[in-house]
Structure formats: structure tokens, C-alpha cells
Nanobody, 125 residues
Framework: VQLQAYGGGLAQAGGFLRLSCAAS????????MGWFRQTPGKEREFVAA?????????FYADFVQGRFIISGDNAKNTVYLQMNSLKPEDTAVYYC??????????????????WGKGTLVTVSS
């Protein structure tokens, strides 16, 4: 299984970025897909998830507050995270995740089945 994340980079506060995660080696539509983020010295924290097999139900961390949108494309085996109204505190390494159980949608990093390599998002003030 490989999860390849794209789209990190530098943005100004109030700006936007779009992260993509291309999955291979798994039955994409049967996995929950999502994103966590991590800053130095802190635990990995849940950002957003989408339940592919559940009609595309979405789950968000409270801090997202309507700024981020997660979506999936089954034809491309890709999940996206559109991040709008970025804040400096959104600066982190963002990790794509795939999970066959309920750990991802419950925000539990420890139980997630697969991780991609992180992509750095930096938001300047």
C-alpha cells in the first residue's frame, strides 16, 4: 500500500492550499481516507476524514470550523483536502491516512492502518 501526498507548500494567512493523496495497493472505495497533522513536539492530530463506502460521509476536527473541505475521487483513487482561510497555526506536516476500521473517523492516530509520508504546510502571518 502506498499513499502519496502532494500539494504542501507556503501560503499566506487567509490564503488557501489543496492537498492531494493518491492511494495504490488497496481497495480505495472500501477504506476511510483522511488527514492528520503534526508539529514538532506534539502528537499527531486529526484533521478530516471521508468514509468512501458510507456515501461520502465526512468528519472534521473542531478547529477546522468550516475552513477545510475533504473530498474523494474513486476513479482516481485520490482524496483531497481543500484548505481555505489558512491561519499560521495551521502550519504543520500533514499526513494522509487510510483506515479500514473506525480509528481514522474517530480521530485515533494509533489505530490507523496506513500512512503516507508527510507534506509540509507553512502559513505565514
Amino acid at each position: 500500500v502506498q499513499l502519496q501526498a502532494y500539494g504542501g507548500g507556503l501560503a499566506q494567512a487567509g490564503g488557501f492550499l489543496r492537498l492531494s493523496c493518491a492511494a495504490s495497493g488497496l481497495s480505495f472505495m472500501y477504506y476511510d481516507m483522511g488527514w492528520f497533522r503534526q508539529t514538532p513536539g506534539k502528537e499527531r492530530e486529526f484533521v478530516a476524514a471521508i468514509r468512501q463506502s458510507g456515501g461520502g460521509s465526512t468528519f472534521y476536527a473542531d478547529f477546522v470550523q468550516g475552513r477545510f473541505i475533504i473530498s474523494g475521487d474513486n476513479a482516481k483513487n485520490t482524496v483531497y483536502l481543500q484548505m481555505n482561510s489558512l491561519k499560521p497555526e495551521d502550519t504543520a506536516v500533514y499526513y494522509c491516512a487510510a483506515d479500514y476500521g473506525y480509528d481514522l473517523t474517530s480521530g485515533r492516530a494509533n489505530g490507523v492502518n496506513y500512512w503516507g509520508k508527510g507534506t509540509l504546510v507553512t502559513v505565514s502571518s
